[in-house]
């Protein structure tokens, strides 16, 4: 949430700035803002909206360049979006600018202090207290006044700050929120909250830790600890092809990023599955592999569509491992009382790596003993560095705020994680391994099937685009994929949508059924032992004059007859079929949300990372 960014160095940091701004604006949209040092002063433009607004703003100030820039996406916590409450904010003498992201939880009792002594506030933001605290801590050198405030804050920060009087100075600092640092060359260096912004300049990235200090300058990068001591920190080359940032020719990123699914698939499975052999292998958890084969429960831990990922790897680990899991939402179980018991397995699941209540769960369950494993995307990102072992996803950067390729290849380990399990245990015979190794193997193609579908699903979408509420169905393994499709439809299309598992609308959900309320059913696997009870609910809600969408397996008459549409996927088996049965509903939810004429992969209200709780 917020996107920051930063150049010191012999170049053109503004375009450089403009640029990477563009790049995280996945983060947050709702307002823009940068600060540059030109001719002896800071120059400010910030506007409410996009970064397209800024970037003809910045046309206006009296340089088209700047060796000094700090720049700001905004997603707004404390006042409204607008144009005063944008990023950078700035102190009383407007010489002290800085860039932030996080919340800073004590900022009241901080402001009555600070104009108390007679500082004068402009914006509601909690931001402007730390630049007037660093007005109030500076006598000369910026680096020793943002260490006098830090510790005077309380809550989450990614900063950086720059200051009128020290052209050749960017301070940065962390606690909470991302940052990292990207090595051009000696003297010149970009900041920013997520590497999408640097890659395309330099590919050495220093990831800052919590209560670090940076200051660049072109003497070099110096970093400094809460005690005031020099740390020695490398950098890291960030391996990502820039490609995988670009739209490569589609009109948004989500659906590329749906259609990258069969690629994205195979790499969660390289090097991991051997179908001949019958073996399965992730070798970031081989360490721990005894240790959670024999714990006497599981807790996955994640917020929203990695969530989804978290309860059906719940249904994995009871119904292949038999052992007792739970999947909990992470902003409940920061605060639960829950006891944290050291012979439990906690997984942490999470795309970005760096969502609030999913870090702050692993930090409490690491702060009473518990061991704590993740299932992350992004490569050294603070919850991957922070869990005692784990393995990545490597589904690529996700850009679409809808989450969508990260979630067939969070599912994807899931179920290897739960076959090592199984392996491990000596659960199977051979032959069932491989059978279940052999399935593994072809969702890809499968996917890839489904993917052609596309033009038919936009033309559904193009019929059914105006209803106002869904629900979405499905049991066992598909009822995550119910949620998850619910969750894809309301945060792109604002439709309000459910997701329920079948059964439960007995409970309540039928009363809504009318023709004007489409129910979307997932109905797979005619074997499996929920299909005939699906069925049953189908009828039930034609019955009452309900219209069914149904994802249903190629073949399958029963479903043809009921539905009133059906969109057909190959089979696999019944745990595997939750990556396959997903695709459509999220092929659905980006062609409805399309026709409604929304701004796809910038969702109102939405931002991708969610660094604050
Ligand atoms: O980066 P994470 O996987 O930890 O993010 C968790 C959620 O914020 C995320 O899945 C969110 O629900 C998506 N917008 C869903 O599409």
């Not at 909690?126 to 510790?151: F, R, S």
């Not at 699914?261 to 390289?270: F, G, M, S, V």
């Not at 050291?342 to 970005?352: D, H």
């Not at 106002?468 to 009822?479: P, T, V």
């Amino acid at each position: 949430m917020c996107g920051i960014i930063g150049y010191l160095g012999p170049g053109d940091g503004i375009s450089l700035s403009l640029r990477g701004l563009e790049r995280l604006e996945y983060r947050g949209y709702d307002s823009a803002g940068l600060a540059a040092w030109q001719k002896g002063k800071i120059v400010c433009q910030k506007t409410k909206g996009q970064v397209k607004i800024l970037r003809q703003k910045i046309l206006s100030l009296p340089e088209s360049k700047s060796h000094l820039v700090i720049a700001h996406n905004r997603w707004a916590t404390h006042g409204e979006p607008s144009k005063i409450n944008a990023h950078p904010q700035s102190d009383c003498s407007r010489k002290i600018f800085l860039v932030h992201n996080g919340v800073i939880e004590n900022y009241q009792s901080l402001k009555k202090w600070l104009k108390e002594r007679g500082h004068s506030f402009f914006s509601q933001t909690d931001t402007e207290v730390i630049a007037h605290l660093i007005e109030e801590n500076y006598q000369g050198n910026l680096l020793e006044a943002v260490q006098k405030t830090l510790p005077l804050l309380s809550g989450a920060y990614g900063l950086a700050v720059i200051s009128e009087s020290e052209p050749e100075r960017l301070v940065v600092a962390k606690k909470g929120s991302p940052l990292v640092i990207g090595v051009c060359q000696k003297g010149e260096y970009i900041v920013a909250s997520d590497p999408v912004a640097i890659i395309e300049h330099t590919r050495k990235i220093i990831y800052l830790d919590d209560e670090e200090i940076g200051v660049l300058s072109p003497q070099g990068v110096r970093i400094t600890n809460s005690s005031n001591s020099l740390v020695k920190k490398e950098a890291q080359s960030v391996e990502w092809d820039l490609a995988k940032i670009e739209k490569e020719g589609f009109p948004h990123f989500m659906l590329k990023e749906i259609f990258k699914q069969p690629e994205t698939i195979k790499n969660a499975l390289r090097g991991r599955v051997n179908k001949k052999q019958g073996k399965v292998k992730l070798g970031g958890l081989k360490d721990w592999l005894s240790f959670i084969a024999n714990c006497p429960r599981a807790v996955f831990l994640a917020c929203g569509t990695s969530w989804h990922a978290g309860l059906i790897g719940k249904y994995y680990f009871e119904n292949l491992v038999g052992l007792p899991a739970n999947a909990e939402y992470a902003s409940e179980f920061r605060y639960s009382q829950q006891p944290i018991d050291p012979q439990v397995a906690y997984f942490v699941i999470s795309q970005s790596g760096e969502t609030a209540d999913t870090l702050a769960s692993l930090r409490k369950i690491k702060k009473h003993g518990g061991h704590v494993f993740g299932l992350i995307n992004v490569v050294g990102s603070t919850i991957a560095r922070e869990a005692d072992a784990g393995v990545y996803i490597h589904a690529g950067p996700e850009i679409g705020v809808a989450s969508t390729k990260a979630f067939t290849s969070q599912v994807t380990l899931l179920s290897i994680l739960a076959l090592s399990l199984v392996q491990e245990k000596k659960l199977w015979p051979l032959s069932e391994m491989k059978k279940s190794l052999i399935a593994l193997e072809q969702i890809p193609q499968q996917v890839e099937e489904v993917l052609k579908n596309a033009k038919r699903i936009k033309s559904l979408a193009k019929k059914y685009y105006q209803f106002q509420n869904a629900l979405y169905l499905g049991r066992e393994y598909n009822f995550p994929v119910a949620l998850e499709g619910a969750l894809k439809l309301k945060e792109i299309s604002y439709i309000h949508a459910e997701g329920y598992p079948a059964a439960e609308i007995k409970h309540g959900p039928i009363a809504l059924i009318d023709q004007n309320m489409p129910t979307f059913v997932v109905a797979t696997n005619p074997d499996d032992l929920v299909y005939q009870k699906v069925i049953t609910n189908i009828e039930e809600i034609k019955a009452r004059g309900g219209n069914i969408l149904a994802v249903a397996n190629s073949g399958d008459k029963v479903i043809e007859n009921l539905a009133n549409q059906v969109i057909l996927v190959p089979q696999t088996l019944d745990f595997l079929s939750p990556i396959i049965n997903i695709i459509p509903w999220q092929l659905w939810s980006y062609y409805v949300a399309v026709q409604r004429g929304c701004d796809v992969d910038k969702p109102r209200n939405l931002a991708k990372s969610v660094t604050v709780e």
